[in-house]
């Protein structure tokens, strides 16, 4: 799952980002969203969702901006894809609400479900469409709203995980250099349950009883995924880098899913990388999205710049990981 660092054939062509447009009145005070579709410096908290938004609505909106900076337009779309582990409705797929509210015509669209990984893994896909050349452009969004998933009654859990948009438009290479220079995934099932919810699917469909017990919420095992940190995250991204011909002294920014004191300092020590480096929102991980997020908003402050070497990683319920390095 790694390209030619020397030839990249696809790259990121358009960012955008999205949060909930009003927070709910119990919620901390945050800025109003800006006409790009972003809200904020990448330190602040995601929100939680105003009754009535839902995540296509979120994940809409951050592929207008994506769109919009790639300079296309609906019409230009050849393919879908939306990741997400808290969609709009168990059946159809989130990604077809998204594909109506932005008035794309009759594409492949389709939800991917990798948890906190799944913006990643999303990538991996539409750079495989693209680099072979069945397709020129494909949209990407990484998009939950996890205020819904957690339980209220778990105080951790609800400080971890918000809402929020992230979308690229991946197209074809311009031969300059820049592009993806390589995605690497991972996965193991036997720790499925270190971040899980329990009820709503077939292996537990929501009775009364389930309801009561709580089994329709998000479940961490807060340090097992710690663990799972430790011993993943740092390690896939300096493989990725390895297979993509590089080294972590040539990353100008590394983005992870959430940027905690104590996933910075793990992939600081892995890596060998500044910790100012580490670019991201410290206090809750908005999901799907987060690391595109993180990304576009580095690029429309300007931290990120064309030529730059920036990897992405991160690694959720799966447990999933993966990470990405791309020259902007």
């Known amino acids: 799952m790694t390209t030619d660092a020397r030839n990249p054939r696809a790259r990121i062509l358009g960012t955008g980002r999205s949060r909930p447009l009003v927070a709910p009145e119990d919620a901390a005070p945050a800025e109003a969203p800006l006409p790009d579709g972003g809200a904020g410096e990448a330190s602040a908290a995601p929100r939680g969702a105003a009754a009535g938004e839902v995540t296509s609505d979120l994940a809409a909106r951050a592929a207008k901006a994506a769109l919009a900076a790639a300079g296309l337009g609906p019409g230009d779309v050849e393919m879908l894809i939306v990741a997400t582990s808290s969609g709009d409705a168990p059946m159809p797929a989130t990604a077809v609400y998204v594909q109506q509210k ?8 389709f939800d991917l479900s990798a948890s906190l990984a799944g913006f990643v893994y999303g990538l991996s896909v539409a ?4 680099s072979a050349g069945t397709l020129r452009h494909v949209l990407v969004v990484g998009a939950d709203m996890l205020s819904r998933r957690v339980d209220p009654r778990d105080r951790t859990s609800a400080q971890l995980f918000g809402d929020g948009a992230g979308a690229v438009v991946v197209g074809p290479a311009a031969g300059d250099g820049r592009g993806i220079l390589g995605v690497s995934l991972r996965a193991d099932g036997k720790k499925a349950d270190v ?3 329990p009820g709503g699917g077939s292996a537990e469909p929501l009775t009364q009883e389930r309801l009561s017990a709580r089994r329709q919420y998000l479940r961490a095992k807060v340090p097992e995924l710690r663990q799972a940190v430790e011993e993943h995250l740092g390690a896939q991204a300096a493989e990725a880098l390895a297979a993509a011909g590089l080294t972590p002294a040539d990353l100008d920014w590394v983005i992870p899913h959430h940027a905690d004191d104590h996933v ?4 600081s020590e892995r890596l060998g990388c500044p910790r100012e480096r580490i670019l991201g929102a410290g206090s809750t991980c908005a999901g799907a999205g987060a690391v595109a997020i993180t990304l576009d908003e580095a690029l429309r402050d300007g931290r990120v710049r064309a030529g730059h070497t920036v990897l992405l990683c991160a690694l ?3 447990l999933a990981w993966g990470s990405a390095v791309l020259r902007m």
């Open 102 to 109: 932005l008035g794309v015509e009759s594409v492949p669209s």
């Open 127 to 130: 750079n495989q469409f693209v």
């Open 195 to 197: 971040l899980q919810v």
């Open 264 to 267: 910075v300092a793990c992939l």
């Open 316 to 318: 959720g319920g799966g």
